[in-house]
């Protein structure tokens, strides 16, 4: 048995806005700045330590990492930083007030936005100044493959070849590993990991700046889940660590989904 965390970055400056953000490059707020570190000193706390780290190319979700790896003494840890483990794509509502938006399209409109598997957003012209082939952080990317809008069944498209051919191969040679990214591309990953249908995944919401922990077994099947965010749990997570080596083999108390948060 082995497990993963996974990490949604902490608040950002479109969050506390209420803004859609998607590829936006905004940065943590000064609430995410102290969600990462609260996040770096649970994982400390309950034991945990890494061999490898994950992040997208946004810097919210960098930022977090570099955070949660300060307050856990890691800085040393290695990162791969990747596209495609980017948040979805929300087309031409990047930037937009949610509240304004809903109130031109309807509040049932943006839910199906927001939360569907597979609704896309209106699409983002490539003229428009928010067009992500305009920014250098993307000039080596092919355009077939910079979005003008994604659903969250197309980014699951760009995320779990990533997650085949790059993680899962270092967990199963018994890394331990860390992903900080978004709430779209955790929803992708907890999707696939759990199975989760097309209609329930509309119910998964991924707090902001709380790991969320996986234990996988040796096929990298999920045994069980659970956010470190209850004082009893990370009790219970913090004797279960001390106990355990670099292959974690005690388990802990099963905590299924709780959940929109």
């Keep these: 048995m082995t497990n993963l965390v996974l990490l949604r970055h902490g608040e950002s400056i479109y969050n506390k806005e209420n ?5 936006t490059d905004a940065d943590l707020s000064e609430k ?3 969600e990462a570190k609260q996040a770096g000193k649970i994982l400390k706390k309950v034991g945990y330590t890494f061999d490898v780290a994950f992040a997208s190319l946004l810097k919210r979700a960098i930022r977090t990492l570099w955070i949660v790896k300060d307050e856990m003494n890691l800085m040393w840890l290695p990162v791969t930083i990747s596209w495609k483990l980017n948040e979805r ?3 031409a509502l990047q930037g937009l007030n949610k509240a304004e938006v809903a109130a031109i399209y309807g509040e049932a409109q943006v839910l199906k936005w927001r939360r569907s598997f597979d609704v896309r957003p209106p699409k983002l012209k490539k003229t428009d100044p ?3 082939g305009n920014d250098p952080m993307y ?3 092919d355009s077939k493959d910079i979005p003008l809008a994604e659903s969250l069944k197309d980014a699951m498209e760009r995320i779990l070849p990533y997650w085949h051919e790059a993680i899962a191969p270092l967990i199963l040679s018994d890394k331990r590993v860390i992903i900080s990214a978004h709430g779209n591309t955790i929803r992708a990953l907890i999707k696939y990991l759990d199975n989760v249908s097309d209609v329930d995944i509309m119910d998964i919401n991924i707090p902001m700046g709380i790991p969320l922990i ?7 099947k999920p045994i069980k889940n659970y956010y470190l965010d209850n004082p009893d749990e990370i009790k219970q997570a913090t004797r279960t660590m001390a106990l355990q080596e670099k292959r974690y083999d005690i388990s802990l108390p099963c905590i299924q989904w ?4």
């Excluded at 996986?214 to 990298?220: A, F, R």
């Excluded at 709780?258 to 948060?261: D, K, L, N, V």
């Design 139 to 141: 000039k080596d990317l």
């Design 130 to 132: 928010r067009y992500a």
């Design 258 to 261: 709780r959940g929109a948060r």
């Design 214 to 220: 996986y234990e996988l077994d040796e096929s990298l």
């Design 32 to 34: 995410g700045i102290q």
């Design 89 to 91: 794509h929300y087309g």
């Design 19 to 23: 803004r859609f953000t998607g590829w």
